[in-house]
């Protein structure tokens, strides 16, 4: 079971930005997913949720607006595109597996990717 | 905007027992909030411990319990041992988005 995310780098304030995060090991299409966020020596921040088939979307209250979750189940792949970026969504940014279909809340955030380091700078 | 409030840090001694707790300013915490603990070590990513108030993952060491203690979920590690030194992150949906709190840092000392 693995998550890997890309995509990060840096990135001026005001353009955007695409994440991916590359699932193996189980059967993604089964599992909502969520991506969450750490600023440099700080806490963690959730950022948005996605069900297990793409229909249904969550955004945190600092993205709403500029970020976008989607997934492609048939590439196994999560993505966040970020626009209208700015220097507080530096940080790094993280893809988590939440709960099997029909078992929420059970197991939500057990697996995590290695992040990926954005960072919003002229 | 919920705040879901940590200890910043703690100090327990190897083979001693701490208890961390996260607190919500939305009042009482309850199994509802669905708590949510994680281990995170410096430059790694989170390690998922305990999900809704109690449960173990599989991989979580026996010496890991969660509980509801005093409207505040509650991490106690007994028989601490050297490598649980980290941050430990709790984690709350009560009622809104989910909301981690700002982490406490154990030190074993």
């Known amino acids: 079971v693995r998550l890997v995310e890309s995509g990060g780098g840096v990135v001026q304030p005001g353009k955007s930005l695409r994440l991916s995060c590359a699932a193996s090991?189980?059967?993604?299409?089964?599992?909502?997913m969520d991506w969450v966020r750490q600023a440099p020596g700080k806490g963690l921040e959730w950022v948005a949720a996605?069900?297990?088939?793409?229909?249904?979307?969550f955004l945190g209250d600092a993205v709403k607006g500029r970020f976008t979750i989607s997934r492609d189940n048939s590439k196994n792949i999560l993505y966040l595109q970020m626009n209208s970026l700015t220097a507080e969504d530096t940080g790094v940014y993280y893809c988590?597996?939440?709960?099997?279909?029909?078992?929420?809340?059970?197991?939500?955030?057990?697996?995590w990717g290695q992040g990926t380091m954005v960072i919003v700078s002229s | 905007q919920t705040v879901v409030t940590q200890e910043p840090s703690l100090t327990v001694s190897p083979r001693g027992t701490v208890t961390l707790t996260c607190a919500s300013s939305?009042?009482?915490?309850?199994?509802?909030?669905?708590p949510n603990w994680f281990q995170q070590k410096p430059g790694q990513a989170p390690r998922a411990l305990i999900y809704?108030?109690?449960n173990k993952h599989s991989w979580t060491p026996a010496r890991f319990s969660g509980s509801l203690l005093g409207g505040k979920a509650a991490l106690t590690l007994s028989g601490v041992q050297p490598e649980d030194e980290a941050e430990y992150h709790c984690?709350?949906?009560?009622?809104?988005?989910?909301?981690f709190g700002g982490g406490t840092k154990l030190t074993v000392l």
């Open positions: 988590a597996r939440d709960s099997p279909v029909g078992q929420w809340p059970n197991e939500v955030f057990d697996i």
């Open positions: 090991g189980f059967t993604f299409s089964n599992y909502g």
């Open positions: 996605i069900w297990y088939d793409g229909r249904k979307t």
């Open positions: 939305t009042g009482t915490v309850t199994s509802e909030c669905y």
């Open positions: 809704s108030t109690s």
């Open positions: 984690l709350l949906k009560c009622g809104g988005d989910w909301v």
